[in-house]
Each structure stands twice: as C-alpha cells, then as structure tokens.
C-alpha cells in the first residue's frame, strides 16, 4: 500500500495514547491534547492556525484521531468530558501501522454503509476540516463569534455576573491595554478580589505573548485576571498563564465557554431526546 494516502491526523494517534498512559490512564481533552503537542513538538505558530470554522488545525487534527481510536476500542467513548484509556488501550504497544489499520477499517465499514443505503450517526465526511463531533443545531460558538465586539464583550460581562461575579464593568476603552472589563469577586465575608477580565472573539489561538502582555496591562490593578476567548489556547500561552511568581491568569476557551453557557443555561434552551436502547430489544428478536 506504497500509494496509501495518510491522513494529516495519523500523527497523532501514539501521541494521544501515551499521553494518557503518562496521565495515569484518563485525562481531560485538554490536557490530553496539550501534552501530545508537546510531545511533537508543534510550534506555536503551527498551533495558532484554524480550519474555516475557526477551530484550531492541531486540535481538529488531535479530535479526529480520538474519534478513530474509540472506534478501534483504544479509548472508551464519550461524547464529552474525560478521555480514558481502555484495557486494550493500556495493555498494547501502539504503533502508527496500528493506526493506519484502524482506518482502513473505518473507511471499509463508511464504504459499505454507503452501499447498503442505511444512514449511520458515524456517516461523516472524512475531512480534518469537519468537526468530528457535530451538532445538527446552531452552533453557540458560531453565534458567540458573530457578535460586534462590544456585544461579545457586553456577553462576558453577563456570563461573569451569572458566575457570582459582583460590580462588573465593561471599560469600553481600546487604548487601555487590552483590559476590557473588572470586577470583583467575593470568595466569602471577609475575603475578595479585584479582578480583570480580557474577552477575545477570536478565530485563532491566543499566544503565550499576548498573555504576557495582559498580565503587563493588570500589573498592580487587580489580583486576578481572566482571558476569555472564542478560540484556543497554544500550550505555550498556558504554561505562561501558570508560570511560578507571575499574577495568575485563568484562560476560558470556546470549549470551556460554550460548557459554562450550558451550564448556567445562558442563551440556550435544553432540550431531552430520546435515544433507542438496542440492548433492551434483543431478547425479543
């Protein structure tokens, strides 16, 4: 199979899995991801471009391998939260030809699927510039991303109001360092801080560079800072977030953003489906 066309995202299959084995067996989507980038040592430029919904190529990339590996029985499947590494997963020695078979053998079952006419929830188009997990319905990070900039800046102050924040402000001032809007955060009674928040609606993923220099802008006015985006994080931007003796600054990304405006049931509305238990029915086949 000398002429076999590689997927961009066979690269990361080994990297995924012993990034989990390093994490002990399980790890969140983020920590998974950021720990495989690092171990290919993906610039920050590679990690800052986006596919033409706005998401990150290496994060796509890195999500696609994840979707053929829980195929392949390597990673126990779940549509979001923690990625854990199965029995099969931990035991075998994974290897890049592991990998290309677990896609000819998808690509196999799609073939036949395709020919017998029976549509399947796994029917997607083979293309790193699809998100492997879809959602049928407007997408709130689409919407989040359309909004003018005072509107997404205006929306994060609302967010921060629902998450407990009190007396927060949105500067409205392009020439105040990249600050966009403070607040205060009452941990009880007696204790509380000042904090400064920096919204981003943004396609790309923010720097550890334009970290630095919001951490610049918050020097000696608040305790805390927070970034929030539409996009992504590099890795380098969160080592720089927590590096040792520098103000901390917490970074809320369009993942982490869209999971807050669920919980909080901000501009969503939830709703129940129904899905069929084909377990349940096969004892009355």
Same mark, same amino acid.
């Given at each position: !199979?000398?002429?076999? $066309?590689? +997927?961009?995202?066979?690269?990361?299959?080994?990297?995924?899995?012993?990034?989990?084995?390093?994490?002990?067996?399980?790890?969140?989507?983020?920590?998974?991801?950021?720990? /495989?980038?690092?171990?290919?040592?993906?610039?920050?430029?590679?990690?800052?471009?986006?596919?033409?919904?706005?998401?990150?190529?290496?994060?796509?990339? /890195?999500?696609? /391998?994840?979707?053929?590996?829980?195929?392949?029985?390597? $990673?126990?499947?779940?549509?979001?939260?923690?990625?854990?590494?199965?029995?099969?997963?931990?035991?075998?020695?994974?290897?890049?030809? !592991?990998? !290309?078979?677990?896609?000819?053998?998808?690509?196999?079952?799609?073939?036949?699927?395709?020919?017998?006419?029976? %549509?399947?929830?796994?029917?997607?188009?083979?293309?790193?510039?699809?998100? +492997?997990?879809?959602?049928?319905?407007?997408?709130?990070?689409?919407?989040?991303?359309?909004? +003018? %900039?005072?509107?997404?800046?205006?929306?994060?102050?609302?967010?921060?109001?629902?998450?407990?924040?009190?007396?927060?402000?949105?500067?409205?001032?392009?020439?105040?360092?990249?600050?966009?809007?403070?607040?205060?955060?009452?941990?009880? %009674?007696?204790?509380?801080?000042?904090?400064?928040?920096?919204?981003?609606?943004?396609? &790309?993923? *923010?720097?550890?560079?334009? *970290?630095? @220099?919001?951490?610049?802008?918050?020097?000696?006015?608040? @305790?805390?800072?927070?970034? $929030?985006?539409?996009?992504?994080?590099?890795?380098?931007?969160?080592?720089?977030?927590?590096? @040792? &003796?520098? +103000?901390?600054?917490?970074?809320?990304?369009?993942?982490?953003?869209?999971?807050?405006?669920?919980?909080?049931?901000?501009?969503?509305?939830?709703? $129940?489906?129904?899905? *069929?238990?084909?377990?349940?029915?096969?004892?009355?086949?």
């Amino acid at each position: !199979m000398a002429n076999e $066309i590689k +997927p961009q995202f066979l690269k990361f299959f080994v990297p995924i899995i012993d990034s989990l084995k390093d994490l002990g067996g399980s790890g969140t989507p983020s920590e998974v991801i950021d720990l /495989a980038i690092d171990k290919l040592s993906i610039s920050e430029k590679e990690q800052q471009a986006t596919i033409k919904n706005g998401e990150s190529r290496v994060r796509n990339q /890195a999500q696609w /391998a994840r979707l053929y590996l829980v195929k392949g029985g390597y $990673i126990s499947s779940s549509q979001r939260g923690i990625w854990t590494l199965t029995k099969k997963g931990q035991e075998d020695k994974f290897s890049e030809e !592991m990998a !290309m078979k677990i896609i000819r053998e998808q690509r196999k079952a799609y073939r036949l699927s395709k020919l017998n006419k029976k %549509p399947k929830l796994n029917q997607q188009k083979e293309d790193v510039e699809d998100q +492997p997990e879809l959602f049928t319905e407007t997408n709130l990070l689409e919407v989040l991303r359309s909004l +003018p %900039p005072d509107g997404f800046e205006k929306i994060c102050q609302r967010l921060l109001r629902e998450s407990g924040f009190q007396e927060v402000k949105v500067t409205g001032k392009s020439n105040d360092g990249g600050i966009d809007g403070y607040g205060i955060l009452e941990i009880n %009674p007696f204790v509380s801080f000042n904090v400064l928040f920096q919204s981003k609606r943004y396609k &790309g993923a *923010v720097s550890a560079s334009q *970290v630095r @220099d919001f951490r610049g802008a918050m020097q000696g006015r608040a @305790d805390k800072g927070i970034i $929030i985006t539409t996009g992504s994080f590099t890795s380098e931007a969160k080592k720089e977030a927590r590096r @040792d &003796g520098a +103000p901390p600054i917490e970074l809320v990304d369009g993942e982490k953003l869209v999971e807050m405006f669920e919980k909080l049931q901000l501009g969503v509305i939830p709703k $129940i489906i129904y899905q *069929v238990d084909e377990d349940f029915f096969k004892e009355y086949f």
